[in-house]
């Protein structure tokens, strides 16, 4: 993953650059990260045992504002995919115009064989490992894959007694009981949805004769189908790491989501119990699922879907990335070829770090909006920066992509040069 991120987002990068005015020195600059820290983290096992994980955290670049991004727990984090995901999160953050660098970090552990507090003592061990390499206004941590508000709740918790004081703004993602903002949980899907609507509304698409396609059905996934068929789309197809289903008339997606949720399996709802009788479907599998003739696809599970492979299959007219590098540099050609307008990840999924800059804001200033005024604010910025690509696009003759990236690149340009020319370490 770490690589074929790096090397998507790199080739990305250079494909944008012939249409930024990008100095010699910024270019050196965002060729190495910043900061990378590799640490060991003890932890006292249940049995008594002692235990020893690998953690990293990397700020990439902190031209823009302190670094900002997740941590993820996985057996694979190795320091390169840390590094890739701190690169990607430079551009995320510099595209939606939050004031942030981007950063990510990691421990290279399987947590589902750790018990709760097992996960507890590694979630505190790793914040006193790298509590002089992060703060409110350095480097502020989130979730990411594996780690959920529970976990930041704990972090917040470990760093605040470091400080001794509270320091909820050095974490984002916590529980709402703990500092974290109301909307944080579905922002992901929130955002990707005010983007697509707003997109389909201007190219004079009415939701009702709009049909969906959603790989995925997970945080991103579930609440984007879900929002959409409260909005009149016709989502006909979903899919979870199972399998697929599909019902060309529109499935029951809330009665879908209660099914998952209560089994944990989509394969449930196959054939037996409401949903079947709702509905009629038929059972497809997920590669079907992509090649489906509907108007919107949107890929929310895995990166690397949709490639060389099958890019000539693919018959829908738009594809919104809610995951992260769902589609792969090759395969954009192909998309391109065919005329499907591709609005890309660093754009789409970008709802979850745009509620995590207001929960840190409102942390900051100790004053707390409603669920109203979060959706209202995040409706605002999509839109904004989703307006701005589109205008990029279609003066510099550029797919979406391409625009998001010359997007990022202008702010991050601006920012070198603002700096001047001392080179301060
Ligand atoms: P999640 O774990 O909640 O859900 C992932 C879903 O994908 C699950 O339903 C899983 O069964 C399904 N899946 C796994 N393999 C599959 C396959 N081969 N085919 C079809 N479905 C498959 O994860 P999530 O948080 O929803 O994240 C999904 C994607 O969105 C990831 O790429 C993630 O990086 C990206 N993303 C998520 C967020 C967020 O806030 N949740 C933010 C930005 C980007």
Same mark, same amino acid.
């Given at each position: 993953?770490?690589?074929?991120? &790096? +090397? ?5 990068? /250079? ?15 965002? +060729? ?152 944080? /949980? ?98 497809? +599998? ?23 492979? /099958? ?31 591709? &609005? ?57 992509? +391409? ?23």
């Amino acid at each position: 993953m770490s690589h074929s991120l &790096f +090397t998507e987002a790199s080739q990305r990068f /250079n494909k944008a650059l012939q249409y930024v005015d990008l100095s010699q020195d910024a270019i050196a600059r965002l +060729t190495y990260p910043k900061a990378s820290l590799s640490v060991s983290i003890p932890v006292r096992m249940d049995d008594g045992t002692l235990n020893v994980y690998q953690g990293y955290r990397v700020r990439y670049d902190d031209t823009r504002g302190p670094t900002k991004g997740g941590v993820r727990f996985h057996p694979h984090v190795s320091l390169d995919e840390v590094q890739s995901l701190a690169f990607w999160m430079t551009f995320k953050c510099a595209a939606l115009g939050l004031p942030f660098g981007g950063a990510k970090g990691g421990i290279t552990v399987n947590p589902k064989q750790l018990s709760s507090s097992e996960l507890e003592r590694l979630s505190r061990g790793y914040v006193n490992a790298i509590a002089d390499f992060i703060g409110p206004d350095v480097d502020i941590l989130a979730p990411d894959v594996y780690t959920n508000a529970i976990i930041m709740g704990w972090m917040m918790e470990q760093y605040s007694i470091i400080r001794r004081k509270s320091v909820p703004s050095v974490v984002t993602g916590k529980p709402v009981v703990m500092g974290g903002s109301l909307g944080r /949980n579905t922002a992901t899907a929130m955002g990707a949805f005010y983007v697509m609507n707003h997109v389909l509304a201007l190219q004079g698409r009415v939701p009702h004769k709009t049909s969906l396609a959603v790989q995925g059905f997970g945080n991103a996934g579930a609440v984007l189908a879900e929002l959409a068929s409260k909005a009149g789309y016709k989502v006909v197809a979903v899919s979870d790491s199972k399998g697929a289903i599909y019902a060309a008339q529109g499935l029951d997606i809330p009665s879908i989501r209660q099914f998952k949720e209560s089994s944990r399996d989509l394969k449930a709802v196959y054939c037996k119990g409401t949903v079947c009788d709702v509905v009629e479907h038929d059972v497809i +599998t997920n590669a079907e699922l992509l090649e489906l003739d509907v108007d919107v696809l949107a890929p929310a599970a895995l990166e690397n879907q949709i490639t060389v492979e /099958n890019a000539d299959r693919i018959q829908a007219r738009y594809i919104f990335e809610l995951a992260n590098g769902p589609t792969t540099p090759e395969a954009d050609d192909i998309l391109d070829e065919k005329g499907i307008q591709v &609005f890309p990840d660093i754009l789409v999924n970008a709802g979850g770090v745009t509620v995590s800059y207001f929960e840190w804001v409102q942390n900051r200033g100790g004053f707390y909006w409603t669920l109203q005024d979060v959706n209202q604010r995040l409706h605002d910025k999509m839109v904004e920066e989703t307006n701005q690509i589109l205008a990029i696009a279609h003066d510099s003759a550029v797919s979406h992509r +391409t625009a998001a990236y010359i997007h990022a690149l202008t702010r991050l340009g601006k920012a070198f040069n603002a700096q001047g020319l001392s080179v301060e370490y």
